[in-house]
Nanobody, 119 residues
Framework: QLQLVESGGGLVQAGGSLRLSCVASGRPLSPYAMSWFRQAPGKEREFVAVSGSSTYYSDSVKGRFTISRDNAKNTVYLQMNSLKPEDTAVYYC???????????????WGQGTQVTVSS
């Protein structure tokens, strides 16, 4: 079983930066596609970025966010720059067999970390 724990969320002003981390335990991360999703209050969970055999981003974060992974540390990161109030959400990391943008494609999820961007 793969366990995922996110950290690094917090309160930041618009234009600021945060780096989220997702540490995996129980299995090596290397075989998995790793993704970040987010969910704002009253909204559905939405795809943010994925790192696997391919790497891609949602249009809303492209050019501002960067996903990376350190398989030796069993950790995936999400560097978020030029943050906007609309980026406010709970951010989740997820692991699956292949890179995808749909939440049902992922088997393992972390508990989430809150990101709040003030205007």
């Amino acid at each position: 079983q793969l366990q995922l724990v996110e950290s690094g969320g917090g309160l930041v002003q618009a234009g600021g930066s945060l780096r989220l981390s997702c540490v995996a335990s129980g299995r090596p991360l290397s075989p998995y596609a790793m993704s970040w999703f987010r969910q704002a209050p009253g909204k559905e969970r939405e795809f943010v970025a994925v790192s696997g055999s391919s790497t891609y981003y949602s249009d809303s974060v492209k050019g501002r966010f960067t996903i990376s992974r350190d398989n030796a540390k069993n950790t995936v990161y999400l560097q978020m720059n030029s943050l906007k109030p609309e980026d406010t959400a709970v951010y989740y990391c997820a692991a699956g067999g292949a890179p995808g943008w749909r939440s049902y494609e992922y088997d393992y999820w972390g508990q989430g970390t809150q990101v709040t961007v003030s205007s």
